[in-house]
């Protein structure tokens, strides 16, 4: 007997008006079938057609093995940022001090954080890496305390080996090195194919993490046009590198930090090519290639590298746990010097974290947890997305990643970044000023935000900053 | 009723043939009275008299809370080596390749381990770092998977400077930045008062880690002649200011490995103004401070830092557990760029092993565990060193260390270190040739011993090492 249309309408209604009212909110997981039935008390059948016609509608949409949400609704979205066109002449870096300032506030629990671009903790598995740990530590006896000197842990490198077709290459564990996080992985490099007032290109916008490491090492830097789609610009690359005596090429090829690009594979075998030709080691930064929103995996630019002079860099930090601090490279023809560099840096990275992230890797489901991950993400910048696009004065651009967790906006009317900085945390709000990621200065009316985290206070935060804006450029809201 | 004393006696008898014959060894604990006593069907008091007359006979001894061992007996040591008296002119360091064979061959269980200066592992808490690693994982959520950027974990920090008084100073949370170890507590130091090509005045021997630290960074080394009981000549080192443009020292206040100087009170102070005379900072390495074998903590040279001059650089790798890799410097005026340096290295030290050690020096009982580490590291210098005394050529000299667990050994006859270490190798021991520790080779007829460990086959290969040196010497064993 079929369910008669009066009923489930009837529930499908009152759901739509909790949507409008915000009771639910676009991402939201709303109630199971079983619990909805219990709730309302119809049958679950009842429920079932109920769901099937908001799905219908566009107002929920069901994902596989995790239940009905509200849809995020399709927007048009604003255009995206200018493509950066930095000086040719090398420079030096700046800006430590407002670093640090900005890192102390990144931990400051009363602020609302759009800056820092902190991982979701909330969407990072630590219950079961805590469950492994402690599984480890009372199993363990004396292996957690004994030294992992260079390269580190046999198995972590092997786990870490076993997953490199997935992004083009073929490790063995021997093609690797354990680092204490991402961030070591890429200094060593840096320290290891440069020395103190050598030339290094880099994309333009760029992490400001590895502006700081280029400046502590003493390294000057030569900013290379980024598309925020496909990366740093081949051509300006190649004018350059006729022009200066660049020593290294440094670019995070998936999902650079904060623009998202991400380099096509053709385009990835053009660099490695490219470097072959002038012998110029390149530094690949691939730290969030895990987490694509497309459907596969993006490769690497170590993938086409047939001369070793590449270096590939990654972490477990973004997306295993940033507080565990494992890092590793993969570094062709340097191997040796930065396993010894390695050593005089820290002697080896701490043996319980390796433990851990190689059970993890080998047991504890990191690809159903990748997967999550990836979704959950997405949703977040698409939501962020939104908000900035519903919030901030039109001549806004923002970049459209296609992986990661990091909006690069590009400011109206010329506003100073670091004004809007100010201002906002005067609201208890933090956000990244542009300044940090170009040592000439190229992004002063550009602003970063993270999109790991979606709630309520985020999005009245991201409304507050779109006021402020108004308010600086001194018109109404339309 | 007095108990015979045939009976006694019988008991005393038959212990002390079991100590000649080599079933109880110097060293060893000998088993319980209680135990004893079911053994041999006697009474505890009839034990407890033969124990008693075996200890006045300086046959075995009590340790309180700890039972009765066999007596280490006393014996003619070895001379000390000879003051070195390297050469006055700056230099670069080298050997590199060697150092990573060495540290590779120190993993190797299928050698008997005299080389690198690894704690002894079963001396360490493990069981309670494990316990105490396992309750915060289960405990814990989300806290050990949050960065700690620096300085660092407050509790951490807070336990640290709790002790501080035990040394002289009066730290505060603050004055603390956590490191990975104490290797980049050093390194970071370095790199914050020296650039590339500048010149550290070193002690002369000086731990070969750090010499190698010193090659990556680019800088130069002096080496100050040094005295293997009390330190750094400071005559020399004053000297060697005025010749030179010295921009740091580096030194081992306490226990120096290789050479096991300790750098008295009234020296500490003299370097201290030395220091803020000619505004020199002093880069001080205590990680094994705590290793003493005397009834007193040696102070620091940092007690008497009134400049800020003093970078104080310590780590838990000796006493608590090597490999969670936690170390911290107390930096005076130093402080904030460290702060940055380390940031820009490897963002931050991981956080779940800062929570053990802190949780440890809260509650783990850190005085208790020290007090028997001492003991056992005391008594296996001793026995070290008398096995060096019995099997080596006498015109061998030795090292006397008030603490810490290297021995420092001159070789007869010139011999060359590197072909001890070669031929040694091919016996399956690994040595230190003393070649590692001066960029000059101040050192090529000594080596290092690691007497942490102690146990028959290692004393069947210090024999063997004995054996090997007649041999090149030529000469038959007297």
Known sequence: MPIPAYLYDKIASSITKLIEEGTYRPGDRIPSIRKMSKQQGVSVSTILQAYLVLENRGIIEARPQAGYFVRIPEFDRLPEPERSSPSADPSHVGLHQLMMIMLRDALDPNLVQLGAAMPNIEFLPTKRLNRITSRLARQSGEEAHQYEIPPGLKELRLQIAKRSLRYGCHFSPDDIIITSGGVEAIDLCLNTVCNPGDIVAI???????????????????LEIPTHQRDGMDLDALRFAIKQNKIKAILVISNFNNPLGSCIPDEKKKELAALAATYQIPIIENDVSGELYFADKRPSTIKAYDEAGLVMLCSSFSKDISPALRVGWVAAGQYKSEIEWRKFTANAATATLPQMVIAEFLESGGYDYHLRQLRREYARNVKLLSQAVKNYFPPETRVSRPTGGF???????????????????????ITITPGHLFSPTNQFSNFIRLNAAVWTLPIERAVEKLGEILYGMMGIERG
Chains 1, 2 share one sequence.
């Open 203 to 221: 994309e333009s916008p760029m992490y400001f993490g590895t502006l700081q490491t280029l400046e502590v090492r003493g390294l000057r830097t």
């Open 406 to 428: 990091v909006l690069w906006v590009q400011l109206p009317g010329k506003i100073d970044a670091l004004d809007l900085y100010k201002v906002a945390l005067e609201n208890d």
